[in-house]
């Protein structure tokens, strides 16, 4: 009787060892990102500068809140035209993609924007959920490094 609780309890903790396995090792969905959305000028509560250098962006990562609408003021300090898009890491793939593929076709993604050498542009932009979203620099040769990251933090 004594071996066939020992069993029955053996075959049950493999059982729930298994599974924790299968859990943590699911893949992150991160198709549903909530990225945002272009907004208006009126409602900016902070106004925060990155700076395009050949080829990063200075600086990399941002902190924001939910809900919080931010002026962005792009500089292109390089030599080369630079574009600034926000997005899920998905979409800025296809982006980057799209580019390599089409180079000569003009892009028009929501709050796309490009700047030759020198320029200055302005993007106002609302967080509108919790979670971490990407901006990029989709040109051909600069979308490997030319990233970075906001975090949009619980108010
Ligand atoms: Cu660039």
Redesign the pocket.
């Known amino acids: 009787m004594n071996r066939f609780i020992l069993i029955i309890s053996f075959v049950f903790l493999l059982l729930v060892s298994c599974t924790i396995v299968a859990t943590t090792n699911r893949p992150k969905i991160e198709s549903n990102v909530v990225i945002g959305k272009v907004a208006n000028l009126s409602d900016v509560s902070r106004i925060i500068t990155l700076t ?1 250098v050949d ?1 990063m962006f200075l600086p990399g990562e941002i902190t924001v809140f939910e809900g919080e609408t931010i002026k962005f003021v792009i500089k292109n300090k390089g030599n ?1 035209k ?2 600034f898009l926000i997005g899920s890491k998905a979409d800025l793939k296809k982006s980057a993609k799209m580019r390599r593929m089409f180079p000569d076709l003009n892009q028009s993604e929501s709050g796309l924007i490009q700047l030759e050498p020198g320029e200055q542009k302005e993007l106002v932009w609302q967080f509108t959920n919790v979670g971490v979203v990407d901006f990029a ?1 989709p ?1 051909p040769g ?1 979308f490997k490094k ?1 990233r970075g990251k906001i975090f949009v933090e619980k108010k």
Do not use: A, F, V
Request: glycine share 0%.
């Open positions: 395009q080829n080369k630079h574009e620099c040109l600069h030319m």
